[in-house]
């Protein structure tokens, strides 16, 4: 009778000096108490807790276990056992334990939230919601309650019922800022931008430092062009969590895709990588900021990078394969949007950077292939149904090259260029009325874009309407398209028939059209015949010198630029660019400087030849 009375003493005590945070004079007393009365169930109870405090899990499992041995009803050891094995991740034993425990008492709320936890930790949300939903009927009243089923049933894609959950749990609690947040998400992925934008705004009312809710805020922000507001956002996260990489990143983007502010979007992507070494988006984001300011090689670097992060990246197999496209390696890009259709079999734009880079080679065939499985992939995009196009007219396919342009101007009405290829092909077929049509589109949509008013001039002259020509031409020159000044000179020379004006400038505009698609062999040609027509034509030496350049016919540049400058003793483009061949291929600064300097002479304001003549004296 003393023992067991001494026992009752030593387990009342124990539980004091654990209300005292004495832990280990606690397990010290409670020991006492079963070394008085080992078939005690609480004092066993009692003493894991105390290990819990001390996270001995071990050593409390075992005390829960002689506690249930003693007492197979007691609730309390099956649900503080389930927590540790919870804890332990032996979550099959947790929800054995808090299953029994909830036979034994099926109103204890705390069981049922535990296993509802683990249930959720495994991602089963229907078990999950069961168990919430059960500890709702208990106490109605708990508004975290409310806020965890409502994530269980986000996830299963019920937004109608989380919404509902996370209103209900800011009736209870006004001032429950995650259940605001939480019903923002919700509203963000159902496109009610205006409720989420208030969810978030009330979240950070009642939590000033709520970083993620001024990063969320920030990115609706961003989806309705607000980006003053979205750019504030992102750093106010940043001032309040200046290691959140996140953040740094979605500024990054904001600076880069919104405004076009590439420098302040690597910066952000710098400290984005610094905080986060494995931050692959981050590297895909800040190559593409760096092709956009042509510094391939920093670009191609950072795709990589990713790569090494994730093998499996297709999105950087692509964005590495436009580099080399940018740079003319158009075997490399080859090879890498390869890749990444490999890793993504229905990676549309992979096709059509293959297909532009087959056209970059001249094998229109291919690219032809390649944008047909695009288009197949995905049958809406514009762009897709021009670049084939042209890979058809370069086949002399017109009427299919035409059928493909007709298409990308239904998807996008507004697709100038579609208009000016259509155009093109129309002129070639010598329907000059339909391409006028398409000439007057689109420069009703970009009236800024001088070389419509070339073609379109073409076609006038070509109808006879010599005055309508010269005003477009006129208008080309006008807009900055120099070219246009040495048309209407040519159109003036009445030693020049009608035929060989229309078929000089023919040759002229298709040999420029050639150069910017990167086929220099073609360029050369036309320019070539040009001479041959016109051999006083100092802009065809310079063009065709240009083309060489791309070739690396380095000589065959520099013979080019000196007849030139033979015609034209003024020709300032001429003296700068044959400049650059001496100093950059050449090494020959001597003669570099002269012709910097004979530019300069010519044109007192040429920036770009003090800076050639500056690397020259280096």
């Known amino acids: 009778m003393i023992k067991y009375i001494l026992s009752i003493v030593y387990n009342e005590k124990g539980i004091k ?112 919601i069961y168990d919430y939903t059960k500890a709702i009927e208990i106490n109605p009243k708990d508004a975290d309650t409310y806020c965890r ?41 159902i496109d009610e931008y205006s ?33 003053s507001k979205e750019i504030s956002d992102y750093t106010n996260a940043i001032k309040i969590n200046p290691y959140f990489a996140e953040v740094y990143y979605n500024r990054g983007n904001a600076f880069a895709k919104r405004l076009q502010e590439y420098s302040k979007a690597i910066s952000d992507y710098n400290k984005a990588i610094e905080i986060n070494p494995d931050y692959a988006e981050a590297y895909i984001s800040r190559g593409i900021a760096h092709k956009y300011l042509h510094d391939y090689s920093k670009a191609i670097s950072d795709f990589t990078k990713a790569l090494e992060i994730n093998p499996y990246y297709a999105e950087a197999y692509n964005n590495r394969g436009i580099a080399y ?21 229905d990676y549309a734009e992979a096709y059509i950077g293959r297909g532009l880079a087959y056209t970059d080679l001249q094998d229109y065939s291919q690219a032809i292939l390649e944008h047909s499985k695009a288009i197949e992939i995905n049958p809406n995009l514009a762009k897709t149904y021009l670049s084939r196009g042209i890979g058809y007219f370069y086949l002399k396919d017109y009427s299919s090259a035409i059928l493909d342009y007709t298409k990308a101007i239904e998807i996008n009405p507004d697709y100038a260029e579609a208009y000016i290829s259509r155009g093109i092909a129309y002129t070639d077929l010598q329907d000059f009325s339909s391409a006028l049509l398409d000439y007057n589109k689109a420069i009703e949509i970009n009236p800024n874009h001088a070389e419509i008013y070339i073609s379109r001039g073409l076609a006038y002259n070509s109808l006879g309407n010599t005055i309508k020509a010269r005003e477009d031409w006129q208008k080309a020159y006008s807009l900055g398209f120099t070219q246009a000044k040495d048309l209407l000179d040519k159109y003036n020379e009445k030693e ?31 320019f070539t015949k040009l001479i041959e027509i016109n051999p006083e034509d100092a802009d065809a030496y310079l063009n065709r010198g240009l083309a060489y ?11 080019d630029y000196t ?43 040429f920036l770009l030849a003090y800076k050639n003549r500056g690397c020259a004296y280096m």
């Open 17 to 128: 000096l654990c209300k005292l945070g004495n832990y280990d004079e606690a397990i010290n007393i409670f020991t006492k108490a079963i070394e008085k009365n080992k078939n005690n169930a609480t004092t066993y109870f009692n003493r894991g807790l105390a290990y819990c405090y001390l996270q001995d899990y071990p050593r409390a499992i075992s005390d829960f276990d002689r506690a249930i041995e003693l007492n197979p009803n007691y609730a309390g050891a099956y649900n503080n056992r389930g927590n540790l094995y919870d804890y332990s991740k032996d979550y099959s034993k947790a929800i054995s334990d808090f299953t029994k425990a909830i036979d034994i008492n099926p109103n204890d709320v705390s069981v049922y939230l535990n296993r509802g936890n683990v249930y959720d930790y495994l991602q089963d949300y229907s078990k999950a």
């Open 149 to 189: 089923r409502g994530i269980d049933y986000a996830e299963l894609g019920d937004y109608s019922k989380a919404i509902t959950d996370y209103t209900k749990a800011i009736e209870i609690n006004p001032y429950y800022a995650r259940a605001y947040y939480n019903r923002g998400l919700i509203y963000d992925k």
């Open 195 to 227: 409720k989420a934008i208030f969810d978030y705004t009330e979240a950070i009312k009642i939590k000033p430092d709520y970083e993620k809710a001024y990063c969320n805020r920030g990115v609706i922000y961003g989806k309705a062009e607000e980006f």
């Open 325 to 345: 496209d940018d740079l003319k390696d158009h075997s490399n890009a080859i090879l890498d949007y390869t890749k990444a259709i490999e890793i993504n079999p």
């Open 496 to 526: 020049l028939s009608v035929e060989k004006l229309l078929l000089s400038e023919e040759y002229y505009i298709e040999g420029i059209e050639s150069f910017s698609l990167g086929n220099y062999k073609d360029a050369i040609n036309l």
């Open 549 to 559: 350049y791309d070739l690396k016919k380095y000589n065959k540049t520099i013979s």
């Open 563 to 605: 007849k030139a400058i033979e015609l034209n003793p003024n020709f300032v483009e001429a003296y700068y660019n044959r400049a650059c061949v001496y100093a950059v291929e050449f090494q020959e600064y001597y003669k570099a400087i002269l012709d910097s300097n004979k530019a300069i002479e010519i044109n007192p304001n």
